[in-house]
């Protein structure tokens, strides 16, 4: 029994775990995204809603984003350039699923 319940505590704590680390809202939080974007308006870069509208219908756009968002860059939403964020910031993983979240905005 004792045994029951120690596999179900850990598979409970894993599970939350995993919920954590599958939230892009979390993640983009985590990575300091919300430091420069929100949601609906421009702050220092551009809204997630904005992202979203201009990469609409682009089959492409979660892997050119995501190029974006690694090597950072400059002209594309203004003169303010945006710094590089390595996979030490956001994981692979977690930046394509922040890249995806942004462009159902």
């Not at 219908?57 to 974006?68: H, M, N, P, R, T």
Request: hydrophobic share 45%; charged share 20%.
């Amino acid at each position: 029994m004792k045994i029951a319940l120690t596999c179900a505590a850990l598979l409970a704590t894993l599970s939350s775990a995993s919920a954590l680390a599958a939230d892009p809202a979390a993640a983009a939080q985590k990575a300091g995204c919300m430091a420069c974007h929100t949601m609906d308006k421009k702050l220092v870069g551009p809204s997630f809603k904005d992202i979203a509208a201009k990469y609409k219908g682009q089959g492409d756009a979660v892997a050119k984003l995501s190029d974006k968002v690694r090597k950072g860059g400059a002209g594309n939403w203004g003169q303010i350039p945006m710094p590089p964020n390595p996979a030490e910031k956001i994981g692979d993983a977690d930046l394509k699923e922040v890249v995806g979240w942004i462009l159902k905005s």
